[in-house]
């Protein structure tokens, strides 16, 4: 396990760009499909940990559907039933969500309320769609909270990934995500409205870091890894390679020597037309597996510099 694990934000300020799918698929994979490799000789499985930053929750749907899994645990009797109101409703003893982290009263709580276990090597914070109204209610500590919590639980060293799915805006959830970051990943889809977004999103991530210039930020900024093609299909929408071109020769491109990945995520009609909670593992599609081995690999190699250590596919 490495001792220093690494928190990406996955954010565009443009929607629809693939970003929720990607931060799934690339969690799924890197959990699944990829191990770290020690000095003796051995290896570890990979560890992630997803967290949804996002007030739609949609990270968690697709997830909790997929695996089966609930956020809610509801108390039981005796008998192993459970327990239900005088209305015949099921009482529930908690809900794990990343909005108990805003609670007022934070006594007792305990990391089975922030975090679920999807399996022995994913783990997510799942959203919730009350967090909403986390933009009425936050203080000047708010956008810290997260981050606060990552620390305290020493959670970088439980986890070699830590993915947050965020939403396109520029909100105390953006703040917080990157407070929280070590990294930041532009997923986009060639367009016509590409540079926007990823223009957008630099204006914006230079705001918060001058806000935090001589604080959290006054030694370290979250790297951007680059933009990640998304929804590619220069079969059928040849023009997409055009945007592709003007985005590179872009002001914002080149002023903030900012990288396009190698790799990108190709549109699939398998994908686009599967059930919500289908994930590309789940197709056993050989295409879509090499599509998202090649973008996990690059996205390790441009943060295994500081990790200092070796990750490799699994045999």
């Given amino acids: 396990m490495s001792m220093r694990g690494t928190v990406i934000s996955l954010i565009n300020m443009k929607g629809g760009v693939g970003k929720t799918t990607l931060c799934r698929e690339i969690g799924l994979f890197l959990s699944e499909k990829f191990c770290r490799l020690n000095d003796d000789g051995t290896s570890d499985e990979l560890k992630v940990l997803l967290i949804d930053i996002d007030p739609q929750s ?47 009263d934070m006594s007792g709580l305990q990391e089975k309320h922030i975090i ?21 209610q936050q203080n000047s500590q708010t956008p810290f909270v997260l981050r606060n919590y990552i620390i305290e639980k020493k959670l970088k060293e439980k986890y070699d990934f830590i993915l947050l799915d965020c ?24 367009d016509a409205y590409s540079s926007l977004g990823v223009d957008l999103l630099e ?51 080149t002023q903030n020597g900012i990288k396009t990945l190698d790799s990108s995520f190709e549109e699939s009609n398998k994908l686009s037309t599967s059930p919500f909670e289908k994930t590309i593992i789940d197709r056993n599609d050989s295409k879509l597996n090499e599509i998202l081995t090649n973008i996990c690999k690059e996205l390790i190699s441009e943060t295994e510099v500081d990790v200092n250590e070796v990750i490799v596919e699994k045999e």
């Avoid at 099921?90 to 108990?100: A, F, R």
């Avoid at 994913?122 to 933009?135: A, M, R």
């Avoid at 914006?204 to 933009?227: C, L, M, T, Y």
């Fill in 203 to 253: 204006r914006v991530v230079k705001d918060i870091v001058h806000g935090q210039r001589f604080g959290i930020f006054e030694h370290a900024r979250p790297k951007n890894i680059g933009v990640i093609w998304s929804r590619v299909d220069l079969k059928y929408k040849p023009r997409q390679q055009v945007h592709m071109d003007a985005l590179l020769i872009s002001e914002t491109i």
């Fill in 58 to 104: 949609n990270l968690t749907q697709s997830l909790l559907e997929n695996l089966g899994k609930e956020s809610v645990v509801y108390k039981y009797d005796e008998n192993g039933e459970i327990k239900k109101d005088s209305k015949g409703k099921p009482i529930v003893e908690y809900k794990c969500s990343i909005d108990n982290l805003f609670k007022g």
């Fill in 116 to 136: 679920l276990e999807l399996s022995d090597n994913l783990h997510l914070i799942p959203g919730e769609l009350e967090t909403v109204f986390l933009q009425r």
């Fill in 167 to 190: 939403p396109p805006t520029y909100s105390v959830y953006t703040e917080m995500s990157f407070y929280a970051s070590d990294y930041y990943l532009v997923p986009a889809v060639p």
